[in-house]
């Protein structure tokens, strides 16, 4: 399947994130502050229940790290210039989420995921696919944080969802731009699928 099609048809979208454990949201940005005190949230009632959802919740945003990382790292050998400056950069800020979610599932008594031994990524044959999916990418990721961070028990997992969240929509944006669209074309990020 080519990038358009993938990225046209929101039942392939949706099976392929599904796959990769990655969740979709609707909802506004607005409510999404890392406040709040780290008492009972309505989750969970015991530390134990508490570490089990938060280790759940958080390997699902490392599995879509360590996809994005994968994405960028196949995508690369299709960009020149700038776009391959660009997603090295983003590269690197992948693993640096991928690494802090690690400890975080670590600290939480989790074990963290590992990478899949292949991602069913669709073909990239230009620079412009490769940058489309990536923005996807990036637009899914944010609705994932966007999900979760209500989920999550402490104000510190809050605050670290809140702040990956805000890498991604940076990343989100500087790759719309490089497509030569809208960087920002809302208000409020909210992480539904472009249209």
Known sequence: MDVDTFLRDRLSRRCFFQTAGIGFAGGSAVFL??????????IAESGLEADRVN??????????????????????????????RVV??????????ADVLENAIRDADGAPNRPKSSYDFPTMRSQRDVLRFAADLENTAVAAY?????????????ATAAAILTGDAEHMAVL???LGVE????????????R
Request: hydrophobic letters at 35%.
């Open 33 to 42: 502050t890392a406040c709040g005190d780290d008492d009972k949230t309505g």
């Open 55 to 84: 280790v759940e919740i958080l390997n699902g945003a490392l599995d879509l790290e360590l996809m994005s990382i994968e994405a960028y790292k196949t995508g690369a050998g299709k960009l020149r210039g700038g776009p391959l």
């Open 88 to 97: 090295k950069g983003f590269l690197e800020q992948e693993g640096e989420h």
């Open 146 to 158: 966007i999900d979760a961070l209500p989920k999550l028990t402490t104000g510190d997992l809050r």
């Open 176 to 178: 719309r731009g490089e």
């Open 183 to 194: 960087p920002v074309p809302d208000a409020f990020v909210n992480g539904q699928a472009p």
